[in-house]
């Protein structure tokens, strides 16, 4: 099963399930809506809920082509972070791929390291190859 069945484009942004994986949810663009939690934490429960239901061993968050995320959008990345830490009954680890030319995702990646503890990996890519 996917977790994401259909692509979701909201102005500059696109988030779409990766090719050829049922595990990958990568955006790609930009998120600056003042207010994505209104459907981007929605999504997350989704996700969450079928990778819990399927016993997915790791689900992956792909933004190495997100240009730029804003504060709110990272309110909901937390919150993410904090559903895997708090569901007993999840027993994935999430897995976030970065891209460090994204000066913003360096600076966001170190904070969620603090809130993802063990359930949290973030592989940081450099120029298109593991850094």
């Known amino acids: 099963m996917k977790l994401l069945f259909a ?3 909201r102005g500059p942004l696109r988030v779409f ?12 663009g930009v998120l600056r809506e003042q207010d994505p939690a209104a459907w ?8 969450h809920a079928r990778a819990t239901d399927e016993h997915f061993k790791e689900v992956v968050l792909d933004l190495r082509r997100l240009e730029y995320a804003n504060a ?4 909901c990345i937390v919150y ?4 895997l830490k708090d569901g007993g ?17 360096h600076i966001g ?17 450099r120029e298109g190859q593991l850094a």
Not at 17 to 28: D, L
Not at 80 to 83: A, G, K, R, T
Not at 109 to 125: D, K
């Open 7 to 9: 692509p979701i484009e």
């Open 80 to 83: 993410w972070v904090q559903l």
């Open 72 to 75: 709110a959008a990272w309110k």
């Open 89 to 105: 009954e999840s027993s994935y680890h999430l897995r976030i791929y970065s891209d460090d030319k994204h000066r913003w995702q």
């Open 40 to 47: 981007l934490c929605p999504l997350i429960d989704t996700i």
């Open 17 to 28: 399930a990766r090719a050829g994986s049922h595990n990958v949810v990568a955006f790609e």
């Open 109 to 125: 990646m170190t904070a969620l390291r603090v809130f993802g503890q063990s359930r949290l990996e973030i592989t940081v890519y």
